[in-house]
């Protein structure tokens, strides 16, 4: 196996990237439809949306399965892996939503278009705060990694003094 992959306590972190990525592209898309009138966008942004709702859905499956087995303290757990859980379910719920109703009236919805860009916008607000909080579970408390010993307690919301930035 690939050295880096080894140290990884699930396969979490490397399932995520995609719906980050293909939700962002699919957002992007479709609101440079909307501006620019342009069918080929939308096109693209429906495909976007496809494949960030199936990785997204992996990325569910394997955040459920790392939760009970990440090796992080109660509080860490509490303060960071609850709301990143909350925030990325509220995500998944509004995805399932868009990406129905972009399939039922594929590729880009005409009736209640601002309401369809307006929910899409929601959801990736939601998953950036919600991965922020997957990212501090992993930069500041080591979680998923081998890097230094568990538990690390909670220290607050760390600002980039105390991070070391
Ligand atoms: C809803 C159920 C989810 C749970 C219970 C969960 C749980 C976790 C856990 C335990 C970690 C710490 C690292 C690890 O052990 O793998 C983590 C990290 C992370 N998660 Fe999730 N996760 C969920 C969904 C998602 C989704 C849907 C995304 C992306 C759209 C996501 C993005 C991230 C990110 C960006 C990190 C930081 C990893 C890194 O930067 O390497 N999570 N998550």
Redesign the pocket.
Known sequence: MLTGAQH??????L???F??AF?MGAALFYFAAWVFKKDDFAKTGFRALLLGAL??AA??????Y??D??M?ALDVRQKL?LP???F??A??VLCAFVTLWALVRRPFPKKGRILFLALLLLMVIT?VI??????Q???DYN???NACPQPVHFKGRLGPRQRGG
């Open positions: 990884l306590q699930n396969i979490h972190p399932v995520i990237h719906p980050i939700l990785s997204l990325a569910v499956g394997t955040g459920l790392a939760e087995g990440v992080v892996l990143h859980k909350q990325m379910i995500t998944a998953m919600g991965a922020d909080f997957g990212g579970l992993v930069y979680a998923g990694g």
